[in-house]
């Protein structure tokens, strides 16, 4: 399925479910710049990594008028444990139904060990406050990565 969420183009709005039983609607966070970053799944290596380096940024996102959010099918009860586990810093949003997954392009096909399968392309968007998408990293390295899409948000 092809994806309109391409730089300059409108963020594909969203309501989910988020960690601590509560709900994000993507057009509430306008007047903010927000980095939606997805990920595969909540408590393996890479996924800790990234969103304890996010956490770990997010008085200095603040300041750059910035919110930080991250997204994986994995359902909302389970990101509330792995954010107590990991004293995390960041909302965490379910899209169990890959809805939102699909229209921001990172719902994909993936090959491990000669076997395909679907799952989430870890992937960052950096929306500007009116809600156009300002930047795009797909295929993401975790090790600098936070660090490198704060860059971007202090240039907004």
Known sequence: ?????????????????????????????????????FYPKDDTSGCTREAIDFSGLVADFEKAGAVVVGMSPDPASKHDKFKAKHDLAIDLVSDESKTTLEAYGVWKEKSMYGRKF????????????????????????????AEEVLEAARTL
């Open 1 to 37: 399925m092809s994806s309109d969420a391409v730089e300059g183009s409108q963020a594909p709005d969203f309501t989910l479910p988020a960690d601590g039983g509560g709900q994000i609607r993507l057009s509430d966070l306008r007047g903010n710049a927000v980095v939606l970053y």
């Open 118 to 145: 679907m799952g989430v392309e870890r992937s960052t968007f950096l929306i500007d406050k009116s809600g156009t998408i300002r930047r795009v990293w797909r295929k993401v390295k975790v090790a600098g990565h």
